[in-house]
């Protein structure tokens, strides 16, 4: 059974970091593109970071880039997100989602991605 959970979430200051982890049951991480997708209250999902299936290429939406920076541990069959400069605007539920098995690329479009964490809540306030 596949299964992504998302943990790391909670209440940061803005400036500050969070790392968001997502681990992965069911089938191997190595096989498959991981993304980062994320929905603030009353505003539609949108996309935040990817991952191809062997770890080397990365993708980051506009608004994160410089800031977010996606992993992949395949040992702990988990992907990572690591953020910093956390924003007032960077408040949203966050999850991960399972892309198909590119190899070497991954895009940004929740179209592509079929299975999807329950979401972990960062809140960014002063």
């Known amino acids: 059974q596949v299964q992504l959970v998302e943990s790391g979430g909670g209440l940061v200051q803005p400036g500050g970091s969070l790392r968001l982890s997502c681990v992965a049951s069911?089938?191997?991480?190595?096989?498959?593109?991981i993304g980062w997708f994320r929905q603030a209250p009353g505003k539609e999902r949108e996309e935040v970071s990817c991952?191809?299936?062997?770890?080397?290429?990365?993708t980051s939406a506009a608004s994160v880039k410089g800031r977010f920076t996606i992993s992949k541990d395949i040992s702990k069959n988990a992907v990572y997100l690591q953020m910093h400069g956390l924003k007032l605007e960077d408040t949203a539920v966050y999850y991960c989602?399972?892309?198909?098995?590119?190899?070497?690329?991954?895009?940004?479009?929740?179209?592509?991605?079929?299975?999807w964490g329950k979401g972990t809540q960062v809140t960014v306030s002063s």
């Open positions: 989602a399972r892309g198909p098995t590119w190899a070497a690329m991954c895009r940004l479009h929740e179209i592509f991605y079929g299975y």
């Open positions: 991952v191809s299936s062997n770890g080397q290429y990365t």
């Open positions: 069911g089938f191997p991480m190595d096989s498959y593109a």
